[in-house]
């Protein structure tokens, strides 16, 4: 597996090779799609397995305070190096640690809760540090609401603990509503007019296959605006 992933991603070109850089393009063209560019202005945003932080510099490039907050050491440093003044931290994002780096406007969270051994407890920690979430992962095919774990191995891109899980979405958008959000908007629903934009993780319907249960199966994805309270939609667009 492990020659595997370096064949695929490289060994030392970490989330600058073309599968991240693909990946952000198709993450940011979903986003933006639907929520106003414009409305990330003057935000306060936690970016929670950030990676090296390439997705909170396109946030802050709105006019976003970022801070950036990942489980490896190693990424962090990177972060600070990339984007020197970005405040950036070490913590697990199922440590009740988390929460101390809230309240802030919004939390970010992309690629990371299929990653996480406590997804749950994940979500809750979330709710009680914004009273927005931005949450992408990837999703089994499943209708009913079920999480299956996953071992995984110990990359630079993967769980900190050797453990992740694999959500279907209707499970995400249950815990969702049990942490008091009000507003949940699947953000990929839209998905037959970006057939041409983004990849096609992100344009399959859910069908009920029981696809993605495994490690290593192709990762369909899911990406949710999740809110306290009704976010205004001006020109088609969520403002944040
Ligand atoms: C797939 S990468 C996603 C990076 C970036 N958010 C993106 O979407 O391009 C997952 C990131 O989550 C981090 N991670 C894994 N488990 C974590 C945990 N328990 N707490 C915090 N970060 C974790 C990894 O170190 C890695 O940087």
Sequence with gaps: MRRFKELVKGPGSQFEN?????????????????????????KSVLEIGCGHGHLGAELEKLGARVISVDGRRESIQQVQKKFPGRQAYVCDACS????RFGPVDIVFAFGLLYHLPEPAKFLASCSRIADV????????DVLEPELVW????????????????????????????????SQIVDLCAEEERWQEMVAPAYTWRIAGSGSGKRYGEP????MWLASKGERPLVNGKIVL
């Design 18 to 42: 073309s599968v991240h850089l693909e990946s952000r393009r198709s993450q940011l063209s979903v986003l933006f799609a639907r929520v106003s560019p414009a409305s990330f202005q003057g």
């Design 96 to 99: 009740p640690e988390m929460e």
């Design 133 to 140: 979430l931005l949450l992408e992962t990837v999703v089994i």
């Design 150 to 181: 996953i071992k995984e191995g110990l990359f630079y891109d993967q769980s900190i603990h050797g453990k992740g899980c694999r959500p279907s979405p209707s499970w995400v958008e249950r815990e969702l509503r049990a942490n008091g959000y």
């Design 219 to 222: 990762g369909y994805r899911r």
